[in-house]
């Protein structure tokens, strides 16, 4: 099993900055492939970002490439997402995913953290 606590959202303004944190423990050995996705109300999941850091592969969706950034810290299994440049549309519930392949299909991840709101004002 592997848990993943995310952090970091909160409120701000059009054009503003935040960093999501998502600290995995448990059987992180199994999380070669970690990501984020987002949900609004009334909608789908949606995915954000990815990485499969065995094969070197990052993806992005094109809503949010140039803007938000994935990255990793090993010594502290933490994954982040900085998001630059923020926009109303980018309001969600993100939630880290952990136990899939880096790519962007929500069924291929085996966790999913408990989300974290992020709002943008405009």
């Known amino acids: 099993q592997v848990q993943l606590v995310e952090s970091g959202g909160g409120l701000v303004q059009a054009g503003g900055s935040l960093r999501l944190s998502c600290a995995a423990s448990?059987?992180?050995?199994?999380?070669?492939?970690m990501g984020w996705f987002r949900r609004t109300p009334g909608k789908e999941r949606e995915f954000v970002a990815a990485f499969n850091w065995i094969g070197g592969l990052t993806q992005y969706a094109d809503s949010v490439k140039g803007r938000f950034t994935i990255s990793k810290d090993n010594a502290k299994n933490t994954v982040y997402l900085q998001m630059n440049n923020l926009k109303p549309e980018d309001t969600a519930v993100y939630y880290c995913v952990a136990g899939g392949d880096g790519g962007s299909r929500p069924s291929a991840y085996r966790y999913w953290g408990q989300g974290t709101q992020v709002t943008v004002s405009s």
């Open positions: 448990g059987r992180t050995s199994s999380t070669y492939g």
